[in-house]
């Protein structure tokens, strides 16, 4: 059975960083792109970043380039984001999710999915 478990969100102040990661089982984690989506409380679900298999090609939503990072080292089964200078507006469930298919900003495209974790950034 296919299982995403997140981990490394936290509580942290304005300005601060993050490694959140995401450890896969039950799938051929290098067939499968990877992707980050977020919550907020009464918000919809949006699109952070995503990568391809082999890490080659990585998106990022606009409110978040160059101040997060995707990553993956497969041989661990595990994807990562840095988030970085953070601010209170990126307080949200985070969420990873895989698709046998190539990566995609949206939700809709990615077949499983994790429980989240909670990212809480402080004014």
């Known amino acids: 059975q296919v299982q995403l478990v997140e981990s490394g969100g936290g509580l942290v102040q304005t300005g601060g960083s993050l490694r959140l990661s995401c450890a896969a089982s039950?799938?051929?984690?290098?067939?499968?792109?990877m992707g980050w989506f977020r919550q907020a409380p009464g918000a919809e679900r949006e699109f952070v970043a995503a990568?391809?298999?082999?890490?080659?090609?990585?998106e990022y939503a606009d409110s978040v380039k160059d101040r997060f990072i995707i990553s993956r080292i497969n041989f661990k089964n595990t994807v990562y984001l840095f988030v970085n200078s953070l601010k209170p507006e990126d307080t949200a469930v985070y969420y990873c999710?895989?698709?046998?298919?190539?990566?995609?900003?949206?939700?809709?495209?990615?077949?499983?999915w994790g429980q989240g974790t909670q990212v809480t950034v402080s004014s």
């Open positions: 039950g799938l051929s984690f290098s067939s499968y792109s």
């Open positions: 990568i391809s298999w082999s890490g080659g090609r990585r």
């Open positions: 999710a895989a698709t046998p298919s190539v990566a995609s900003t949206l939700a809709s495209a990615y077949d499983y």
